[in-house]
């Protein structure tokens, strides 16, 4: 595929599976032996499996998350985002109780791909940040 096929497929990736919750566009998205590493999200597992456990955490925290992708840049088989993620804080998260509060977290992901679909994905977001912004770790909220 091409360098733009790949970033179209990766768009696809944020617009319907963590904004849009479709996990059945994984299947489509995703090879069959996708690996996702997270440290934030290590205990979920990885593969398809752990990416839905995953996406449905959050969304079931932030049920009005959304992904927006700041900058995309491709190389060859890898496709590298920065994103910001907002959503209220409407469910329970980590022990944390619903606050109401709006969040904003910034992240990048790696993503490499094979055949036209994700195999792997790499991310790394501001936790910290984001347990700051509700009331969690001290500091400037």
């Keep these: 595929m091409s360098a733009n096929e790949n970033g179209a497929v990766v768009r696809r990736f944020i617009d319907e599976v963590f904004n849009g919750g479709n996990f059945s566009a994984a299947e489509e998205i995703l090879a069959p032996d996708y690996v996702h590493h997270d440290p934030a999200t290590a205990d979920m597992g990885s593969g398809r499996e752990g990416l839905e456990q995953m996406v449905t955490f959050y969304r ?7 992904v927006k992708l700041d900058d995309q840049i491709i190389a060859e088989d890898k496709v590298v985002e920065r994103w910001t993620g907002r959503g209220t804080h409407q469910g329970a998260l980590m022990g944390i109780p619903a606050t109401g509060r709006t969040i904003t977290a910034t992240g990048i992901s790696i993503h490499r791909l094979a055949g036209g679909k994700i195999a792997e994905t790499w ?14 770790v001290p500091g400037q909220q």
């Design 60 to 66: 079931q925290a932030f049920p009005d998350f959304s």
């Design 123 to 136: 991310t790394i977001f501001d936790t910290a940040g984001m347990l700051r912004q509700l009331g969690m």
